[in-house]
Structure formats: structure tokens, C-alpha cells
């Protein structure tokens, strides 16, 4: 079994410009424009399988990847919950939490608490590629989250967590610690670290186009028009 393992590479706490370009791509961008993006420059893997769904109405967040790996056990151990606690601990304002399963559904790896204990780190939502539950309460506490489906059972002697701010793979996707991750109604996409301002600078330009282009196409444009013209579909 791999060995419990912690890492400090995201060390970082949120700034005012990380708050600000959250807002931003919130507010003005969505997951199809950002893949548009991804896809120009040459980044066409980065949006999580469709099996990801939110976990309520009008979901939608942006943050950097605080990554959790998971793993199948059969067994009690000692300390099942050991590693799931620093996990969680260490989360820090302005963070994704994204938690990998191998795409078991054995069990339901988050729940009420750790969706509390994420909200009083700062945590700015989660995305588990497994099963969830406490579903009432989480949605009590309006926590943004994103999961493959509910199930009522724990997780002790069916999976427990192995390592956390490792890289990992989330539906598909590999997610570095402090990637981009992003999620609204069409799905859950990454924006690897390195390109996160060319990234929202090509989907912003874009999005400004698709204005253009709907209020033209309103008003009566034909659809040629308007695409040889902004260029955008």
C-alpha cells in the first residue's frame, strides 16, 4: 500500500489578485469558452469526465487544486482516518479541493464534516471523482461541490486516503497542486498552472466576441455573418 504522504508545495495562502481573478472568471468566463481556450494552445485533455455532476443548483466555482488521493482498502487499519484529517487540515483559503479515487464507488470519501471543515479553511469548493454523502447537509451549508453520485456508506475498511497535494488524476484528468480548477452546469475543467493568464486572457477575448455575436444574431445578422466576422461558434 502506497505510504501516507503530505506535501507543502502549495504553501501559498490566497491573494487579493487570486480573489480578483477568481472573481472574474466566475463572473464573466464558463468551462466551454475556457476549453475553447485550452484547446487553441494546444491543451485538449483538460476537462474532467461527464460522470461529474453538481451536487445542487447553480454551481459554480474557481480556485487553486488542493489534490487528494484515495484508495480501495479491505480492511480496518489502525488509524483509518489519519491521513483524511491532515488532508483536510491543510487546505488553505482559495483552494479546490479535488479528490481522486481511481474511479472506485466502494464508498462515499466526503461528507458533511469535511465539507464544514473545508468551509472554515476557506476552501471555495470540491471536486470528488466518487461517491458522496450527507447530501442534505451539504447543501444546507451552500458548499459548492461536484460528484459522480451519492452513496450513505463510509469509507473506513472500504478506502481511506494515501497522500494529499501530490499529483493526481481526477476523471480523467491529471491535476497538479495549484492547477486552475474550475467548475459550472457543463462540467469541471483544469488550467495547468503555467498558462492560467494566457488561459483566461484568450478565453476573455473570446467571450467578449460571443457578445458581439449574439446581440448581431438578435437583431437579425445570418449566422455566416456573424462568423466571418468575429470568427467565433
Known sequence: MA?????????????????????HIESTLYTA????????????????????????????FAGWARTIACMDTYHVGDDPYGTEIAAIDSILPGEVVVV???????????????????????????VVDGLVRDVRRI?????????????????????????????????????????LVFADLDGVITIPAAIVEEVVRLATDKVTRENHSREELRNGAYLRTVYEKYGVL
Open 33 to 60: 469558452v475556457i476549453s475553447d481556450a485550452l484547446d487553441d494552445l494546444g491543451h485538449r485533455q483538460q476537462a474532467m469526465a461527464e460522470h461529474l455532476r453538481p451536487v445542487g443548483s447553480d454551481v459554480k
Open 139 to 179: 447543501q444546507e451549508l451552500r458548499f459548492p461541490l461536484f460528484a459522480a453520485g451519492m452513496k450513505p456508506v463510509d469509507s473506513k475498511g472500504r478506502g481511506q486516503v494515501v497522500a494529499w497535494n501530490v499529483p493526481v488524476e481526477c476523471a480523467g484528468v491529471l491535476v497538479e497542486p495549484r492547477d
Open 3 to 23: 505510504q501516507p504522504h503530505g506535501s507543502t508545495a502549495s504553501a501559498e495562502r490566497a491573494t487579493q489578485a487570486d480573489l480578483d481573478l477568481f472573481a
Open 100 to 126: 481522486s479515487t481511481g474511479g472506485s464507488r466502494r464508498n462515499a470519501p466526503w461528507g458533511e464534516l469535511l465539507s464544514t471543515a473545508a468551509v472554515a479553511r476557506g476552501a471555495r469548493g470540491a
